[in-house]
């Protein structure tokens, strides 16, 4: 399943996305409502997006940056909304429609990820340091809309005025060495936590990373760097349950050499989307790019990912490229085997 970073509409064509408008001046006051019933207030709805294909079909098509997954529905929708509450405050709100009858015949990715968090939270009850943002709450609302019984999953979490380590790499000129090395540190912490903890994500990138209202302090003042969440947990998957996700998922800027060549995912896959990561906080931008008006971006990716040889660093960061050189090596065997030897070479520098 490949990802949309903007969760805007999938279809790029025009009518579609006019379709899609009009569908959402009679999905959003509906929406607007049972979270209005919830004891939701300043609701503003941010982004929706539509999977539409065939029931009884499985494709995958290109959106944007990413591929998405489509699952055997004639079409459900994504969104996400900010909002208020008396008792948690300013949150952020995930939201999944889908007709009633085509959520009996599987599992929502939203449904998915709600059961991630829930079981990390468990996990973090005994650990000092957090992995995911708190899930506030959940809802399951079923709601009439478009002429048909729709399913409204719900998921709540805080909101972080910071934003995400996307952003902050938006304004990647005003950082200091030091803060991007702390930041790769604790990017690489966060992904080594989440892995004892026994779970892959499978969608590592800076997006996905949250700057939590927290900060970290160091013996100097350029080191001070917000405390890190991972999110998103779609495609996430037990470590131990390797063909648990049979299908190729992931970003396709991020996605390891293996699961281009159909690999299922492990550990090493993430280790790859950290190195591609690491690239991106280190020099603004990542190793790997293809042309955004291609006509077959996901063999320019493969091609990128599978034969492009691994950037050099420039001279100032060259004490980085042993590390650069094995989180993104081509071969899973040449790669590090885990988030500990990586942070091992971090320490060092």
């Not at 952020?92 to 599987?106: F, V």
């Not at 399913?151 to 030091?178: I, R």
């Not at 991972?230 to 996430?236: G, I, P, R, S, V």
């Amino acid at each position: 399943m490949m990802r949309d970073d903007t969760l805007k509409n999938s279809a790029s064509n025009l009518p579609i996305t006019q379709a899609l408008q009009v569908q959402s001046g009679q999905l959003l006051p509906v929406i607007t409502q049972a979270l209005s019933e919830r004891a939701y207030s300043k609701i503003v709805h941010q982004r929706i997006s539509q999977q539409q294909i065939e029931k009884g079909a499985e494709q995958t098509q290109e959106s944007h940056t990413q591929i998405t997954k489509q699952r055997s529905k004639q079409g459900y929708y994504q969104g996400l909304t900010r909002a208020r509450h008396l008792e948690y405050g300013s949150v952020m709100i995930k939201w999944e429609l889908c007709a009633t009858s085509d959520r009996l015949q599987s599992v929502s990715d939203l449904t998915h990820e709600i059961s991630v968090l829930q079981a990390l939270y468990t996990l973090q009850k005994t650990q000092v340091s957090s992995i995911t943002p708190p899930l506030l709450a959940h809802h399951n609302v079923e709601i009439d809309t478009l002429g048909q019984s729709q399913q409204l999953t719900v998921l709540v979490m805080p909101h972080y005025k910071n934003g995400s380590l996307a952003k902050l790499l938006n304004h990647y000129l005003a950082l200091t060495d030091n803060q991007k090395h702390n930041l790769i540190k604790e990017s690489a912490h966060l992904v080594c936590n989440l892995h004892n903890a026994g779970w892959l994500h499978n969608d590592i990138k800076p997006s996905n990373i949250l700057l939590s209202d927290n900060l970290m302090t160091h013996a100097d003042s350029d080191c001070i760097v917000p405390d890190l969440l991972l999110t998103d947990f779609a495609l996430a998957q037990r470590n131990d349950q390797p063909n648990a996700i049979s299908f190729s998922g992931g970003t396709p800027a991020y996605l390891a050499p293996e699961r281009w060549q159909g690999q299922r995912a492990m550990i090493q896959s993430d280790i790859y989307a950290f190195g591609i990561m690491m690239v991106e906080i280190l020099i603004g931008k990542r190793p790997f790019n293809i042309d955004p008006q291609s006509q077959q971006p996901m063999t320019d990716w493969a091609i990128q990912h599978c034969q492009q040889p691994i950037p050099k660093l420039p001279l100032e960061y060259i004490c980085y490229q042993s590390i650069v050189d094995n989180v993104l090596a081509k071969r899973v065997e040449k790669r590090y085997q885990s988030m500990e030897a990586v942070l091992g070479e971090l320490e060092k520098l």
